[in-house]
Each structure stands twice: as structure tokens, then as C-alpha cells.
């Protein structure tokens, strides 16, 4: 096995995903491991609602994956997302005196500034620059711009802080270094849409097991995120509600379940068994799967902000499990108008694997692609005697996450979400630098008011007398020489 790979874990509704991938030079990327671990019980809308048993199936992950790469993992790639991110517009405004040119630095106190912003029960993961206000003209870059006022324009996404809390717990947990974490919702886009949709105007559309996400790019820029509560499983429960399992009443939605169908094609004598003893009509079969989707579309729909409505020259981008349904694109051309619907079974860049959770190229594993896609730091440490002892204490690499100066919120690339324990490391950083500048600053001003108080001493009156007289006395010396 190679001593260079890359780990990532993807936190699902339903499952947990980690997946173990080594870059080729050409760019292309082998899948080396992928493992699952059922998550239902404990991860809900991806919400961590069990910190121990999310810990458990973590480090079971991490185990399995070490025991078929025979190597241990020394840290791991994270996705952020679930029903708490949201994203939410924020305007951040300076006055300049006449003829300002704006520079690096004032651009950098924007976004502090920005950063800065306190949400209730709310963190911000990440800051996206929509653009910057230079006087009555938008700029992507204001740097070097003459004006007399400057506003910045960003778009903040937000986790509930308890979520994020739970997040990190987990980690910490299972003793598990995190390289670094990222908004899923960025990582799948970046993996998924081309650079045309990005820049003419899309709406990506992740259909999860409990969840939905709602990205909308426009030149190049993402312009809202948003995560629906409803998913694949709402139609799977809407069925069961026929009183069956609901394992098979999934089965069923697998079998007879189509996004759209015409009323003409509805065969009214047709019926589909639900056990030995009962059937269900097709039609009210096509009614409780299309009623549920045509809720998830329209919820959707509601999140494209009005100014893009009409702007999706890119148009609507359907990934994920959900996407698989018959007929998906259809059922939100007839909803949206958008004749420009688009399914995105599998990731951009070459993925080379033989394992038929990728060959299979349902759209399922294209999050936890994503997340290894963004992976450039080596996940891999000590080879593991397979005679020996698995889960002996591993040996840290030589960079990890733990050894890495914390960044500072500006310093954080787009999509990246600083752990805790970096948020803690770089506060603490800050403090001792503001504590440095302040003791210079400190001793710069004690210094100054030396100074001032010897001129002061030196020009009081009595100091000029004192410098005459000495002077009358030393010419009288001399005289008497």
C-alpha cells in the first residue's frame, strides 16, 4: 500500500462515509477505502444529537480503514453541513477622506470587521465576498481605487453554535486530529458544477436521505446556501403511512416511485402489492410520492433569491441520493420553469477505483469526493504490522493539524471552517500579539513622555536661569585667569 493518501469523513443523515484516496500526477485520483457505518440513530438532519456514539462509529471508521490500508491515519478531511447552515447578507461600510486610494490593509479591516459580527446561538463558518462598493460602482477588486466610501458586501454562513460544539466534541472524542474541515455544500459545488454554470448562474440542488441543500452561484460567486428539512425519507414515510415497514415501504419507492407522471399516463386499474393481502391504487401511489416532492421543489424554489430567478442561464444542477427518482428533472422543469435541469451522477475530476460504491456513479458518494477532492495534506502515518497490535499507539506525522499555526478568520481559505481548537489557538495567538503591541506601544509612550519632560525641564525658567548663571560664573573665571 502507498505511505500517501488522503482520509476524509463525511457525516450523513443516514450514514457515515469515509473514504481513503491517493492523488496521481496527472491529477486523477484511486479511491484506495471506502467504509460506511449506519448513523440514523445518532446524527439527525446532520446534526450530531449522540457525542458518543457518533465518537463510537468515528473511530470504527478510522479503524476499518487503517486495517484495509495497513497503515494508521494520522488525521482526516471533514465536511460541515447539515439543517442549522444558513446563510445570511451583511454590509460593512467606511468613510474615507477626499481622494483615499484604498489599500490592502483597509480591505482586510472590512472583513474583520464582517467577521466580527455577533449572531445570537449563531457562528459563522465562513465568509464568501459578494463584492465591494466603491462609491456608486461595485468592484470584485477595490484595491488601489480612488473614492470616499467603501462598503463591503458578504454573505455569511452560519451554524447553530450548539451543532458546531457537538462537531468538534466528536473529534475530540475519538482522538481524531482533523487536517481541516469544510462546508460540504462548497466542497460538492466546486466537485460537481463547471466553471460556465458558476459563472452564467446555477441552482445546485443536493437531494440528501433527510435534507436537501440549496446552492445558488452567480458569476463565480456563491450568492445563498440554505438547508431544507425535508428529504428522500419524508416520501419513504409518506408510503409507509399505508401501515407498513418502512423498509419496505423504501423498497417500494425504489420500485414504483417516479418524480412526475402524466395524468394520462396514470393507469387507474393498476395496483401495486403492499403485502399479501393489500394493494395500494397507482394513482394514490403517484399522489403521496409526487405531493411530498412537489413540497421539496416548491421549499427549493423559495430559496432562490428573486433577483437570480431569471438569471439561471446555467440552470438546475440535481445531485445526490434523491436524484436518482425517475423522471427528477422533469417534476422541477414542470414546477420551476427552468428547462435547463441537469443530473450530476459523479464528480468532475478522474476518479480511478474499482469499488462499486464509486463504480456505481449514483451521485450518493460525490460529497465525500468532493471532501477528498480538497485534500492536500498526507493523512497517512506508520505502516501497521499485521501481526502486531491495530490499535497500538500510532506515531504522529510531521505536520498535523495539531503542529500547524492557527489562521486567523482572514487567513482562512473559501470553504474552509476552522476547528474549535484552531478558533482557540489563533484567539489565543491574537491576544499575545495585541498584548505585544500593546507593551510597545506602552513603553513607545513612556519613552516619549521622557523625552517630552526632560525638554520641558530644560526649558522651564528656572532651568534657563540655572544654564545663565552658570554660564556668568564660568566667563568670571575665566576673566580672573
Known amino acids: 500500500m502507498p505511505k500517501e493518501f488522503i482520509v476524509a469523513i463525511e457525516l450523513g443523515s443516514s450514514k457515515m462515509t469515509g473514504i481513503a484516496g491517493k492523488k496521481n500526477l496527472d491529477g486523477s485520483i484511486q479511491v484506495l477505502a471506502v467504509v460506511k457505518e449506519e448513523s440514523s440513530s445518532f446524527i439527525r438532519k446532520g446534526y450530531v444529537y449522540n457525542i458518543d456514539k ?10 476499518k480503514l487503517e486495517k484495509q490500508l495497513k497503515t494508521s491515519i494520522t488525521q482526516v478531511y471533514v465536511g460541515v453541513g447539515g439543517q442549522s447552515i444558513r446563510s445570511i447578507r451583511n454590509v460593512i461600510t467606511k468613510e474615507l477622506p477626499a481622494d483615499t486610494v484604498v489599500t490592502q490593509d483597509m480591505v482586510i479591516e472590512l472583513m474583520d470587521n464582517n467577521r466580527n459580527m455577533k449572531y445570537p ?18 468592484q470584485l477588486d477595490p484595491v488601489g481605487i480612488q473614492c470616499e466610501h467603501i462598503e463591503g458586501n458578504f454573505l455569511n454562513i452560519l451554524q447553530r453554535k450548539a451543532f458546531y460544539k457537538n462537531l468538534n466534541l466528536c473529534f475530540e472524542a475519538a482522538g481524531i486530529n482533523v487536517a481541516e474541515m469544510y462546508l460540504a455544500p462548497l466542497a460538492l459545488a466546486d466537485s460537481v458544477l463547471t466553471e460556465t454554470e458558476k459563472r452564467s448562474g446555477c441552482v445546485l440542488v443536493d437531494l440528501g436521505a433527510d435534507t436537501t441543500t440549496v446552492s445558488v452561484y452567480s458569476k463565480n460567486v456563491l450568492r445563498h446556501l440554505a438547508v431544507i428539512p425535508l428529504g428522500s425519507n419524508n416520501i419513504t414515510k409518506d408510503i409507509a403511512s399505508l401501515q407498513m415497514e418502512e423498509s419496505d415501504a423504501e423498497q417500494m419507492k425504489l420500485k ?23 394493494q395500494v ?23 432562490v433569491p428573486e433577483e437570480y430567478c431569471d438569471k439561471l442561464l446555467g440552470g438546475i444542477i ?16 414542470n414546477y420551476t420553469h427552468i428547462d435547463k435541469v441537469r443530473i450530476s451522477k459523479f464528480v468532475t475530476p478522474t476518479i480511478i477505483s474499482n469499488l462499486p460504491e464509486i463504480t456505481a456513479k449514483d451521485g450518493r458518494m460525490n460529497t465525500v469526493l468532493g471532501l477528498l477532492i480538497k485534500g492536500d495534506i498526507n493523512c497517512a502515518g506508520q505502516e501497521l504490522d499485521p501481526n502486531g497490535d491495530l490499535f497500538a499507539t500510532k506515531q504522529p506525522q510531521q505536520e498535523t493539524a495539531e503542529q500547524r499555526r492557527a489562521r486567523q478568520a482572514t487567513e482562512t481559505p473559501a470553504g474552509v471552517v476552522r476547528t474549535a481548537d484552531e478558533i ?18 506602552r513603553e513607545k509612550a513612556e519613552e516619549e513622555a521622557r523625552i517630552e519632560a526632560q525638554r520641558r525641564k530644560e526649558n522651564s525658567p528656572w532651568s534657563k536661569l540655572g544654564r545663565w548663571i552658570k554660564k556668568a560664573a564660568d566667563e568670571i573665571v575665566k576673566e580672573e585667569e
Do not use: H, P
Open 424 to 441: 482557540r489557538r489563533a484567539e489565543e495567538e491574537a491576544r499575545l500579539k495585541r498584548e505585544e503591541e500593546e507593551r510597545i506601544a
Open 281 to 303: 391504487e397507482s394513482r394514490k401511489f403517484v399522489e403521496i410520492v409526487e405531493g411530498r416532492l412537489e413540497e421539496i421543489i416548491a421549499n427549493v424554489w423559495c430559496q
Open 318 to 333: 440535481l445531485t445526490g441520493g434523491g436524484a436518482n427518482m425517475k423522471d427528477i428533472e422533469k417534476a422541477f422543469i
Open 256 to 278: 414504483y416511485a417516479s418524480a412526475f407522471t402524466d395524468n394520462n399516463d396514470i393507469d387507474n386499474n393498476l395496483k401495486y402489492s403492499i403485502d399479501q393481502d393489500r
Open 54 to 63: 457518533t465518537a463510537q462509529c468515528l473511530t470504527n471508521i478510522v479503524n
Open 121 to 138: 446561538d449563531q457562528e459563522i463558518l465562513d465568509a464568501a465576498v459578494q463584492e465591494y462598493k466603491v462609491d456608486s460602482q461595485y
